[in-house]
Nanobody
């Protein structure tokens, strides 16, 4: 049974930082791309970062480029999203995701499994 469990969300002021973590189980983590998506109330779920199985290929949405960093530790079955210089528009539910083609197409349609999400709230 595949499971993705996020942690690390919370409330911060604008300009602050958070680090999200995702622990994966039930599949060969090191063989599959992973990504992070977010969804604000009333908005569609958007892909913000993806990383290939070895970490050689990384993709970011323009809205987070230069501020967010995705990484993974295959030995620990862990994925991370370091978020710096947070803005109020970064507020939303953040989801960890796995999908074999996420490294080349950061889209919800390419996700095979989702985590349950962790809330990030950025106040001005």
């Amino acid at each position: 049974q595949v499971q993705l469990v996020e942690s690390g969300g919370g409330s911060v002021q604008a300009g602050g930082s958070l680090r999200l973590s995702c622990v994966a189980s039930g599949y060969t983590f090191s063989s599959v791309s992973m990504g992070w998506f977010r969804q604000a109330p009333g908005n569609e779920r958007e892909g913000i970062a993806a990383i290939s199985p070895t970490g050689a290929i990384i993709d970011y949405a323009d809205s987070v480029k230069g501020r967010f960093t995705i990484s993974r530790d295959n030995a620990k079955n862990m994925g991370y999203l370091e978020m710096n210089n947070l803005k109020p528009e970064d507020t939303g539910m953040y989801f960890c995701a796995s999908g074999r083609t996420l490294w080349r197409n950061l889209a919800a349609g390419d996700v095979d499994y989702w985590g349950q999400g962790t809330q990030v709230t950025v106040s001005s």
